[in-house]
């Protein structure tokens, strides 16, 4: 089962010279391996630790702290329940 999973709009603050901060909003579509990133996760906890695992593959691949979770990817993920996370 893979599914491609829009990740967040995340907001990046770029300095230009001679300008002040811009704010520009980037959204990107990834598919994030979660198997792997909550395997030994207690029950009670997949859920959150996905958005947590989620938050930081895209503060990496993006090189920004601010980054948001989509609401439809927020549905998706506790669409099953807290312990029952989709795998991709």
């Given at each position: 089962?893979?599914?491609?999973?829009?990740?967040?709009?995340?907001?990046?603050?770029?300095?230009?010279?001679?300008?002040?901060?811009?704010?520009?909003?980037?959204?990107?579509?990834?598919?994030?391996?979660?198997?792997?990133?909550?395997?030994?996760?207690?029950?009670?906890?997949k859920a959150?630790?996905a958005v947590?695992?989620?938050?930081?593959?895209?503060?990496?691949?993006?090189?920004t702290t601010?980054?948001?979770?989509?609401?439809?990817?927020?549905?998706?993920?506790?669409?099953?329940?807290?312990?029952?996370?989709?795998?991709?």
């Amino acid at each position: 089962l893979s599914l491609s999973l829009p990740l967040s709009d995340a907001t990046a603050t770029m300095v230009e010279k001679g300008k002040s901060r811009k704010d520009e909003v980037v959204s990107r579509e990834y598919t994030i391996n979660l198997h792997k990133r909550l395997h030994g996760c207690t029950f009670k906890k997949k859920a959150p630790k996905a958005v947590k695992e989620i938050k930081k593959f895209a503060q990496k691949t993006m090189g920004t702290t601010d980054v948001r979770i989509d609401v439809k990817l927020n549905k998706h993920l506790w669409s099953r329940g807290i312990r029952n996370v989709p795998r991709r």
